[in-house]
């Protein structure tokens, strides 16, 4: 359970809670704002210090490098969120630097800058991220839902509708969801 005071985990067989924070792992911070597990059975976990890997050999938590290239200006390095894409890569969420992706392979954390008409794409808060094929992303933003598409590099806003503001699309999946079905009708008629 991802909180501002760290990662509590929840023993079953003891009906129990502990408390991972920067007092007793390696977590450079105790904000944490997600926990996700990936198709491997590998845990994630992203806040304000960056993105950590569980290692259970050690019971403890490896942050992940960063491409010291695409390091946003001001060093933000905050995760909002984590998604699985195809392929050996996790498309990454930030709090206030847009879209990042990590390579498993070599466990680098690299920053996405999309074309977009509108310049805070590469500033915005990334809410939630669905990977919808292996050439497209919806992303949850701050600023509106945006849809990216990976191998043009490219992230367009999607206007809901003239009633839907095109701010502060949330991270829950019924959101997601909801405005997916949306856009899919408006793209593909249906």
């Given at each position: 359970i991802a909180t501002d005071s760290g990662i509590f985990v929840y023993d079953e067989t003891a009906d129990k809670f502990s408390l991972w924070s920067r007092?007793?792992?390696?977590?450079?911070?105790?904000i944490i704002q997600c926990v996700y597990c990936d198709s491997n059975g590998t845990v994630?976990?992203?806040g304000e210090s960056g993105l950590y890997r569980?290692?259970?050999?050690?019971?403890?938590?490896?942050?992940?490098?960063t491409d010291p290239k695409t390091v946003p200006e001001d060093g933000n390095i905050h995760i909002a969120t984590i998604a699985e894409g195809t392929g050996e890569h996790l498309w990454i969420g930030t709090w206030a630097n847009g879209l990042a992706k990590l390579?498993?392979?070599n466990n680098v954390l690299s920053w996405i800058r999309p074309e977009s008409s509108l310049p805070e794409a590469k500033?915005?808060?990334v809410r939630n991220i669905l990977a919808e094929t292996s050439e497209t992303l919806w992303i949850c933003?701050?600023?509106?839902?945006?849809?990216?598409?990976?191998?043009?590099n490219r992230m367009s806003q999607v206007i809901l509708s003239a009633l839907q503001t095109n701010?502060?699309?949330y991270d829950t999946w019924s959101e997601i969801g909801r405005c997916f079905h949306t856009v899919y009708r408006e793209y593909c008629g249906r």
């Amino acid at each position: 359970i991802a909180t501002d005071s760290g990662i509590f985990v929840y023993d079953e067989t003891a009906d129990k809670f502990s408390l991972w924070s920067r007092k007793n792992s390696s977590l450079k911070s105790d904000i944490i704002q997600c926990v996700y597990c990936d198709s491997n059975g590998t845990v994630w976990v992203g806040g304000e210090s960056g993105l950590y890997r569980y290692n259970p050999a050690t019971e403890d938590f490896i942050q992940t490098k960063t491409d010291p290239k695409t390091v946003p200006e001001d060093g933000n390095i905050h995760i909002a969120t984590i998604a699985e894409g195809t392929g050996e890569h996790l498309w990454i969420g930030t709090w206030a630097n847009g879209l990042a992706k990590l390579d498993m392979n070599n466990n680098v954390l690299s920053w996405i800058r999309p074309e977009s008409s509108l310049p805070e794409a590469k500033k915005m808060r990334v809410r939630n991220i669905l990977a919808e094929t292996s050439e497209t992303l919806w992303i949850c933003t701050d600023i509106g839902l945006f849809r990216y598409e990976i191998m043009k590099n490219r992230m367009s806003q999607v206007i809901l509708s003239a009633l839907q503001t095109n701010d502060n699309i949330y991270d829950t999946w019924s959101e997601i969801g909801r405005c997916f079905h949306t856009v899919y009708r408006e793209y593909c008629g249906r």
